[in-house]
């Protein structure tokens, strides 16, 4: 079974997108806010991808608060989790938003908030998993 680290600071949100992974997908969740958390999950090898909010208000890192751009930058730029696929979730879907976050966040997908079409999601992330064994 697939892990998945859902990166994600809004509990509702959280809520929503774990029991879409877990029920539609069968994957196993771990959702998480702590920085130290995620960047030892990806470089411990323990997940195999990551779904990350951008905007993380409680999320710090070395005393600093971070967000979910540096810290997907954090996790595609060592050795030991460059590999994990990072799909980018959030509400900020403007025209052009799509290629400004991925190019600046490293990560290999995005997907905009809410999540409308729980299928379409479902089958990105298979597909990103697919594309990383």
């Known amino acids: 079974m697939k892990h998945v680290l ?9 809520m929503l997108i774990r029991k879409l992974l877990e029920r539609r997908g069968g994957f196993r969740v771990t959702v998480s806010e702590s920085a130290d958390e995620v960047l030892s999950l990806a470089r411990q090898g323990a997940i195999d991808l990551v779904v990350m909010d951008v905007s993380l208000g409680n999320t710090h890192l070395e005393g600093r608060p971070i967000n979910g751009l540096d810290l997907s930058r954090l996790i595609k730029t060592h050795p030991h989790s460059v590999h994990v696929p990072v799909v980018l979730a959030t509400a900020h879907a403007m025209r ?10 490293g990560a290999d997908g995005y997907f905009a908030k809410p999540i409308i ?5 479902v089958q990105y992330i298979r597909t990103l998993l697919s594309e990383a064994a």
């Open 117 to 121: 079409d729980h299928e379409a999601f």
């Open 96 to 105: 052009g938003d799509a290629e400004t976050l991925l190019a600046e966040s």
């Open 6 to 14: 859902l990166v994600e600071d809004d509990p509702h949100n959280a």
